[in-house]
């Protein structure tokens, strides 16, 4: 069964620092792996989605994330951090499609100014 | 991009009472539909898959009485809460898959129940 594990609960960076957010996955095949973000109170934002193409993979608001079949990792990155990226993220594992999707327990990033 | 509504988005009720958590596709048609729900503080765990025409699919653990599960249209899929109690009390949240199976999340509905 595939699953996923979020390394850090909790990440506090400086504005304008790198953000790095963790996740290592277990899968039997080739998954698809996704990072949503989820602003307090709001529904879930896709950031970006891995499909076996380009093992780096670019997403919205400048967050990109680099597939590691070796590592089984799929860790987030930003170069510099804005208060606004102040959110609870999800790294996300599926197979069949799309389907069945397992989530991460949570990483909560904290901006400080 | 595909839109995926609940209704209501928050909602508090009386321990013993049923509630009704409406899921809808707005701009896309979707056979299936997931049910997740998310306790405080915690990630999302996958309730159930709603299948249009025919039943829906638990996942372990999930009581299928007590969470009672139509999907009725191309649309729309309900979650039906039946005599809610306080741990009952969550975040529930649909998805759909829309064009080249990409889930679409709902906005979430908050459930207190008192």
């Known amino acids: 069964a595939q699953s996923v594990t979020q390394l850090d609960s909790h990440v506090s960076v400086s504005e304008g620092t790198p953000v790095l957010l963790r996740c290592n996955y277990s899968?039997?095949?080739?998954?698809?792996l996704f990072w949503y973000v989820q602003h307090p109170n709001k529904g879930l934002q896709l950031l970006l989605k891995?499909?076996?193409?380009?093992?780096l993979v670019k997403g919205i608001n400048g967050f990109e994330a680099e597939f590691k079949k070796s590592e089984t990792s799929f860790h987030l990155t930003k170069p510099s951090a804005h208060m606004s990226d102040a959110a609870e993220y999800f790294c996300?594992?599926?197979?069949?499609?799309?389907?069945?999707?397992?989530f991460g327990a949570g990483t909560r990033l904290t901006v400080k100014p | 991009g595909a839109v995926v509504s609940q209704h209501p988005s928050w909602v508090i009720c009386k321990s013993g009472t049923s509630v009704k958590i409406e899921c809808r596709s707005l701009?896309?048609?979707?056979?299936?539909m997931f049910w997740y729900r998310q306790f405080p503080k915690q990630s999302l765990m996958l309730m159930a898959t709603?299948?249009?025409?025919?039943?829906?699919?638990?996942e372990q653990g999930v009581e299928k009485d007590k969470f009672l599960i139509n999907h009725a249209s191309l649309t729309l899929s309900t979650l039906t809460v039946t005599s809610a109690h306080p741990e009952d009390s969550s975040f529930y949240i649909c998805?759909?898959?829309?064009?080249?199976?990409?889930?679409?999340f709902g906005p979430g509905t908050r459930l207190t129940v008192l």
């Open positions: 899968s039997s095949y080739s998954p698809s």
């Open positions: 891995y499909t076996s193409a380009a093992t």
């Open positions: 996300v594992v599926s197979l069949y499609n799309n389907n069945d999707m397992r």
């Open positions: 701009d896309f048609q979707a056979t299936t």
């Open positions: 709603s299948n249009e025409g025919s039943k829906a699919t638990y």
């Open positions: 998805s759909a898959p829309a064009r080249y199976n990409e889930q679409f």
